[in-house]
């Protein structure tokens, strides 16, 4: 019995299950493998990393989805999607990315449609929709937290969580973005990604109105690099591990981003709430049985050390 990688529930004999397909488009009839190796989609990206408009370090290529050949194409330009293969130097990437961002899904937060798809050596690539596009051209602003604050990509660790708070200011609801912001800060911290630097943060403009933008670079790090010793990219309350409790809601929740007790407890409760069904995800998701073990021990401990 097959497991649908968009949906992650039982497909039968098929590859994918029909509301994984519909999640891409309704007339899709199926969804042919990427028809290039992990290796070949890294040289791709290299090849074309001078014409394509998707920053980062890590591989990336721009796809459309062709509903007529059921396939998703890479492109050079007007791309919709991001492709992500497998990493060559961490094991399982796409695997992680996919079930952390359906992990920040099931607490409320924003994230665009993804996925994992096949390749033609049998490898995943993680797929997402591009939230910076509409139309077949209209491209929304997005602005990182790097190009907010003045920094660049060589400064994007040399900030701090409350100075990252500040730039919610320039939101047109300031107070629903904060809340927003805390329940991302204390998902990264739960999930381990310790890579939640200046540029893993955004603001968009859609509907005349600014506000922070859809979850995106969701990875559990900390199983990746196993020998790190920090929790959080940027700092907050001076310091980046050991975070506590007291850091999270008093500190953080409440002095800095000016949080009422009956919304920091909603965040909480919503968060606690979820935690089964994380052990659910990460026991039906594609890692490996040995990184679904990792996961959910840090999720554990993670949990415990703040109350929930």
Not at 139 to 167: C, H, I, N, P, W
Request: hydrophobic share 35%.
């Amino acid at each position: 019995m097959n497991r649908c990688p968009i949906t992650y529930e039982e497909c039968g004999q098929t590859n994918y299950s029909r509301k994984g397909l519909n999640l891409l488009s309704g007339q899709l009839a199926n969804l042919e493998d990427i028809p290039y190796s992990a290796q070949e989609q890294i040289e791709q990206s290299v090849a074309r990393a001078g014409r394509m408009s998707i920053p980062g370090a890590q591989p990336k290529l721009s796809a459309r989805l062709s509903v007529k050949n059921n396939r998703f194409e890479v492109v050079d330009m007007n791309g919709r999607f991001i492709l992500k293969p497998q990493s060559q130097i961490y094991n399982n990437v796409p695997e992680n990315e996919d079930l952390t961002m359906k992990l920040a899904k099931t607490v409320g937060l924003e994230t665009p449609v993804h996925g994992l798809v096949y390749c033609n050596d049998g490898s995943f690539t993680y797929f997402i929709k591009r939230f910076d596009r509409i139309g077949h051209k209209d491209k929304l602003a997005v602005e990182d937290f790097a190009q907010l604050s003045g920094s660049t990509r060589d400064t994007k660790y040399e900030s701090s969580m409350e100075k990252a708070a500040m730039l919610l200011n320039y939101c047109t609801f300031p107070v629903i973005e904060k809340m927003k912001f805390f329940k991302q800060t204390l998902f990264a911290f739960l999930i381990g990604n310790e890579d939640m630097h200046l540029k893993n943060f955004s603001l968009i403009t859609r509907n005349s109105k600014v506000e922070l933008s859809p979850l995106y670079d969701q990875i559990n790090t900390t199983i990746l690099l196993l020998s790190s010793s920090e929790e959080m990219a940027l700092p907050l309350h001076g310091k980046k591990r050991n975070l506590t409790k007291n850091d999270f809601i008093s500190y953080f929740a409440k002095d800095r981003l000016k949080l009422t007790e009956a919304s920091i407890q909603n965040v909480l409760k919503i968060f606690r709430e979820q935690l089964s069904h994380w052990k659910q995800w990460i026991d039906i998701s594609f890692l490996p049985e040995k990184q679904k073990k990792d996961y959910w021990e840090l999720v554990e401990d993670r949990a415990s050390r703040i109350g929930l």
